[in-house]
Structure formats: C-alpha cells, structure tokens
C-alpha cells in the first residue's frame, strides 16, 4: 500500500492557503473553504492510498476548485491566491487522469 504523498500535500496546501486567507484578509469564508476542501482533498488521497484506482474523490475536489479558482484568477488576474490554486488543481487534475 502506497501513500499518496502528493495527495496530501495538495490537501495540506489548499487547508494552509485557507488558513492564511483568514489570517491576512480576516476571510473566514477562505478558511471554512480551504478546510472544506482540504479535508475532502485529504479523504480522497486516503482513498488513493487504499486503492490506487479510487480516484474520484480527489478527482472531483480538485476538478471544482480548478474551476472555481480559475473563474477567480480571470476576473481578479491576481497570482496569488487564485492563479496558484488553479495551477496546482489542474497539475492535480491532470496526475490524476494520467494516474
């Protein structure tokens, strides 16, 4: 049984950038969503790590917070957050279906 290390790191880097959102801009809708969705994210590399074929999970957490984060890095065309988030999703997304 295989640990999906990078699954991990991607749940602990959405829960991390929820938690500075908060910090920085007071936003606790960023750290309900970071929490919410690194959770998930979290739970779904479990499930990889349990069976590696278990991907969706993962899969669908990473997929809406590539849109969501992506629809929020064209309007705003800031880097940080949305631009990293959507990058790291669709790195996420893609090692997934390439998985």
């Not at 640990?3 to 007071?26: N, S, T």
């Not at 998930?40 to 590539?66: H, K, M, N, Q």
């Amino acid at each position: 049984m295989a640990v999906d290390w990078v699954g991990f790191g991607y749940a602990a880097a959405i829960v991390f950038g929820g938690f500075m959102g908060y910090k920085r801009k007071g936003s606790l809708v960023s750290l309900i969503a970071g929490l919410f969705f690194g959770t998930i994210s979290a739970y779904g590399a479990y499930r990889i790590s349990a069976d590696p074929g278990d991907i969706w999970t993962s899969l669908a957490a990473s997929g809406v917070l590539a849109a969501v984060m992506g629809m929020r890095f064209k309007k705003s065309g800031k880097l940080m957050p949305a631009g990293i988030m959507t990058g790291l999703s669709l790195l996420m997304v893609v090692r997934l279906l390439i998985f």
